[in-house]
């Protein structure tokens, strides 16, 4: 095998430019020189325009155009105030016939023309990358920026071939000895360095196994285990690197290494390793200029490709991060995207061979516990270390290659065990370890809540140890304009199972960053959206807290309104708020409010507004006054009728009578002519109007009726609706007291249907369709026949399941009451134990079922079960639960409560901080 070496990139910088004299062109000229100058300031760049070319004897114009064909990669320089022109033109054909890859610069005008050619060139079905620029003094620097942080993708850096880099010597020579029996060769590294590195070893393997060696190493075994070893406690310690580290480093590979490493690789690796102690320093911006020398002086033809790859890529994200500073967003980081979620995201000596090694283990140890009986534990020998010391080894490579992205890809090459064992044992240390490995390398709280959905009952078993582990590892973090969003998405996951002391500590601790971020000149949006949901969602951060982040963001950026919105509707305590922490809320809110362009309101800032008003009437004066001058109609509609505490109030039957009229619109709209798919679901409306005790005369009742008749006997209605239509169909039943045998014979349960219940849904949902068909029969007749323990029975899926449940919730109180169907319960109250077990069911199917005990207890038949299932949900280690089952208490009426006394109290005093500090808001 033959090393393949770095060739120089040819770039083209777009020529077509005449009338030179004309100011417009004199700029672009001016730049395109600078740029060039620039570029060919890079060792491995050839950058070529057209006004200083002097190596040909034939006329410019008529080999230039061959030129272009010959090159890497072209750059357009475009005017927004001015035509593109036809020379320009006829280059853009070229390189578009030739498929070479292109940027594209627009220098912007006054009033937004760079779009306009954005989108022309867009209309001519442009592929390539279009950058509008922002207005500047150095064009030429950004312009170079914005192309070092798109080379990686022009220079092919996972390229479809893979080329081995190894000498023919090292290709030749013998495979590993048994101490390092993963890395068969490792490049122009010789094989010694990765033979005493046993401190670094037993340190990743502490972390991935947890336990502790029969033989404990106190001393670094050489000078780079000490190094490497060092570089993981800065990783998971929050260490800091000796300010000698990259020196070290040097001539411990060196020494290693006498005669294998060339003088164009040391100078490489000597920038490289000083970038790296500058990046896990803080100076990102530094490291960036330190790897741009580096691009200028090194010698890359005499290097292997994959070494200028490595550089571009840290260069590139460096770049990023400086982006992210400065607030300027781009497009999803394709190449990261694949580094991040690829077994083999490009070629990279001894990393990719480590990892090959770890992967197909993995994937042979899935196919056996695929394979094998549910009884049967795995068992892993002492063999099973040599897969933790690859990844160490994959890690030692990159530090001794001086890579930056590949170093901190050592907690995302971890998970590749810690998924396995979290898979297999099901442990909720293996689930901490999968999160943690997340955090640091800074996945978003909705990538890592698939994990937390997924085991959600190991979850609910972490510790105080725990949670404190992951805090303090976190604080290591090495991008610190990412760092307060990754801490914040660690707490809102562990912030639940720190004791009070430590939760006082570590949100004091955080609530100093995030005001020093909040009352920056420029506010960073990077982590915006994880601290919000931090506020949103820990219910243990103090009121004030809550209440200062809302005044500083609301009314200054509307992109996070709708978070906003959300925590005041959610995260707010509006019983016991003071007076001048409500006049502060509604203070904000009327500023979203304003700040507001649209004509109608998010749902969480409709339901925020609601709760205000609701809560608040005396204080939201001000904001009720200017929705009412403002946005009448919107609040008259959407606003006004949640708000009542009147419920004779003939308003109340105009917003009914305007469901009603939402009813027959999406019924006559669904005809046979496709599937219509609705925002609003006027029959749930309805019924929540009606479950807080609004009263319906009569009339409107009728009206009502005759509605949900229509909308059952619609074959083309969708499932939701007719779910809803019969949902509200019980509760007026129920509260009415009386029987509508009479309205059956106007239902054709015989011929019912519906269309799917979504766009993927199966497209004949019987089973829905007959669980439907039965309970209207049960429901107006009063009688059973049976068709419960058929609906009870029909399916054991997961969806099917807790459809079922949801229906539970209003038919149970109309069995109650009737003595011809309270029969059905010992039925339903089997069904609900069965199914009572958060460690096999979903959250919302449980809080469903919780909702069905909580009716129960009010029958002195069933009280004492219902109970004993309540108290079955007290005791379990989902914390989610228990404070769904706190909300669901909450609100029921209190001459409801008197037999949860002795539930209400364990959740006063529950072991999980979160579900007690929810109790005694809501109970005390």
């Given at each position: 095998m033959t090393t393949k070496y770095a060739q120089s990139l040819r770039i083209f910088i777009s020529s077509a430019v005449e009338n030179k004299d004309e100011p417009w062109r004199k700029k672009i000229l001016d730049i395109r020189l600078a740029l060039n100058k620039r570029l060919n300031e890079y060792s491995f760049i050839d950058s070529y325009i057209l006004e200083e070319d002097d190596t040909s004897a034939i006329p410019l114009k008529e080999t230039y155009l061959t030129t272009l064909k010959d090159s890497n990669l072209v750059i357009f320089l475009l005017d927004s105030r001015y035509p593109i022109p036809d020379g320009v033109q006829v280059e853009i054909t070229e390189s578009r016939r030739s498929n070479i890859p292109r940027i594209y610069f627009i220098i912007p005008g006054e009033t937004g023309e760079a779009e306009t050619m954005k989108n022309e060139l867009l209309h001519q079905h442009e592929s390539n990358y279009i950058k509008p620029l922002a207005v500047t003094n150095d064009y030429p620097q950004k312009i170079e920026d914005v192309i070092f942080k798109q080379?990686?993708?022009?220079?092919?850096?996972?390229?479809?071939?893979?080329?081995?880099?190894?000498?023919?010597?090292?290709?030749?020579?013998?495979?590993?000895?048994?101490?390092?029996a993963i890395i068969t060769t490792s490049a122009q590294f010789n094989k010694k360095m990765f033979q005493k590195v046993g401190l670094s070893k037993q340190y990743v393997r502490r972390l991935?196994?947890?336990?502790?060696?029969?033989?404990?190493?106190?001393?670094?075994?050489?000078?780079?285990?000490?190094?490497?070893?060092?570089?993981?406690?800065?990783?998971?310690?929050?260490?800091?690197?000796?300010?000698?580290?990259?020196?070290?480093?040097?001539?411990?590979?060196?020494t290693v290494n006498p005669t294998t490493l060339s003088d164009e690789f040391i100078l490489v690796l000597e920038q490289r390793l000083k970038a790296v102690m500058l990046f896990f320093s803080d100076n990102y911006i530094e490291a960036s200029e330190c790897l741009k020398e580096l691009l200028k002086k090194a010698k890359f033809d005499k290097l292997p490709s994959w070494i200028l790859q490595d550089i571009l890529i840290d260069l590139r994200n460096l770049l990023m991060i400086e982006d992210e500073f400065r607030n300027r967003f781009h497009p999803d980081n394709i190449y990261q995207t694949k580094?991040?979620?690829s077994a083999n995201p490009f070629y990279y000596p001894g990393i990719d061979h480590s990892l090959k090694t770890v992967y197909e283990w993995v994937q042979s140890e899935q196919n056996k516990h695929n394979t094998s009986s549910s009884s049967e534990k795995n068992m892993y020998g002492r063999g099973i270390y040599q897969y933790a010391d690859a990844l160490t080894e994959a890690e030692i490579f990159a530090a001794c290659n001086g890579s930056i992205t590949q170093i901190r890809q050592l907690p995302n090459y971890l998970n590749i065990l810690s998924e396995m064992f979290l898979q297999h044992d099901r442990n909720r240390i293996y689930l901490r370890d999968v999160i943690q490995n997340q955090l640091l390398m800074g996945k978003s709280y909705k990538t890592i809540s698939r994990w937390i959905k997924k085991y959600s009952f190991l979850q609910g078993q972490f510790t105080d140890n725990d949670a404190m582990t992951v805090l303090s590892v976190v604080e290591s973090f090495s991008v610190k304009v990412e760092k307060i969003g990754v801490q914040a998405t660690a707490l809102r996951i562990f912030g639940d199972y720190l004791t009070d002391t430590h939760f006082k500590e570590k949100w004091t601790k955080l609530f100093k960053s995030i005001k020093s971020w909040l009352v920056e000149?420029?506010?960073?949006?990077?982590?915006a959206i994880e601290i919000l949901g931090l506020f949103r969602y820990c219910f243990r951060i103090p009121q004030d807290d809550i209440i200062f982040t809302i005044t500083k963001l609301a009314g200054k950026f509307p992109q996070y309104f709708d978070q906003l919105a959300d925590i005041i509707s959610g995260a707010i305590d509006h019983e016991h708020a003071t007076v001048a922490q409500?006049?502060?809320?509604?203070?904000?809110?009327?500023?979203?409010?304003?700040?507001?362009?649209?004509?109608?309101?998010?749902?969480?800032?409709?339901?925020?507004?609601?709760?205000?008003?609701?809560?608040?009437?005396?204080?939201?004066?001000?904001?009720?006054?200017?929705?009412?001058?403002?946005?009448?109609?919107y609040f008259e509609e959407d606003i006004l009728p949640y708000t009542w505490d009147d419920t004779t109030d003939p308003k109340f039957n105009s917003y009914i009578n305007k469901q009603i009229g939402f009813m027959r619109s999406q019924d006559e709209d669904q005809n046979g002519n496709g599937v219509s798919m609705y925002s609003i679901d006027p029959f749930i409306n309805v019924y929540a109007s009606m479950s807080d005790g609004y009263l319906i005369n009569e009339i409107i009742r009728e009206k009502i009726l005759q509605e949900i008749v229509n909308t059952l006997n619609n074959p083309h209605q969708i499932i939701d609706a007719k779910k809803s239509a019969i949902k509200l169909m019980m509760l007026i039943i129920k509260n009415n007291k009386q029987k509508y045998s009479s309205m059956l014979k106007n239902i054709n349960t015989e011929t019912f249907s519906a269309e799917s219940l979504g766009f993927f849904g199966v497209s004949n949902p019987t089973q829905y369709i007959e669980v439907l068909r039965n309970l209207i029969n049960i429901s107006l007749s009063g009688e059973d026949g049976g068709k419960i323990l058929l609906i009870l029975t029909l399916s054991q899926s997961a969806e099917y399941i807790y459809f079922v449940s949801d229906l539970l919730v209003d038919f149970i109180p109309l069995a109650l009451q009737d003595d011809s169907l309270i029969n059905t319960i010992p039925q339903i109250l089997q069904f609900l134990i069965a199914n009572n077990n958060s460690h096999e069911r979903e959250n919302k199917l449980i809080n469903n079922i919780s909702k069905c005990f909580l009716i129960l207890i009010n029958c002195q038949q069933y009280c004492d079960v219902a109970l004993g299932q309540l108290q079955r949900l007290v005791s379990d280690t989902n914390n989610i639960v228990q404070r769904l089952l706190v909300s669901n208490i909450h609100s029921l009426p209190s001459e409801q409560q008197s037999n949860l006394e002795g539930i209400k109290g364990q959740l006063l005093t529950s072991s999980s901080y979160s579900v007690r500090d929810l109790a005694i808001r809501d109970f005390c």
């Open positions: 080379l990686i993708t022009v220079f092919k850096a996972y390229a479809q071939q893979k080329v081995f880099v190894a000498s023919e010597e090292e290709s030749q020579g013998d495979s590993a000895t048994s101490e390092s991935i196994f947890h336990e502790e060696p029969e033989h404990i190493l106190i001393n670094p075994q050489s000078e780079i285990d000490q190094s490497v070893n060092g570089l993981l406690e800065h990783l998971f310690e929050n260490k800091a690197l000796p300010f000698y580290w990259n020196n070290t480093m040097v001539e411990a590979i060196k580094l991040n979620d000149p420029q506010l960073i949006f990077q982590p409500r006049q502060k809320i509604v203070n904000a809110l009327l500023s979203i409010v304003k700040a507001s362009k649209e004509v109608t309101f998010t749902p969480r800032t409709q339901s925020a507004l609601i709760v205000t008003i609701k809560f608040w009437p005396t204080e939201a004066t001000e904001l009720v006054t200017y929705l009412r001058e403002n946005r009448n109609k």
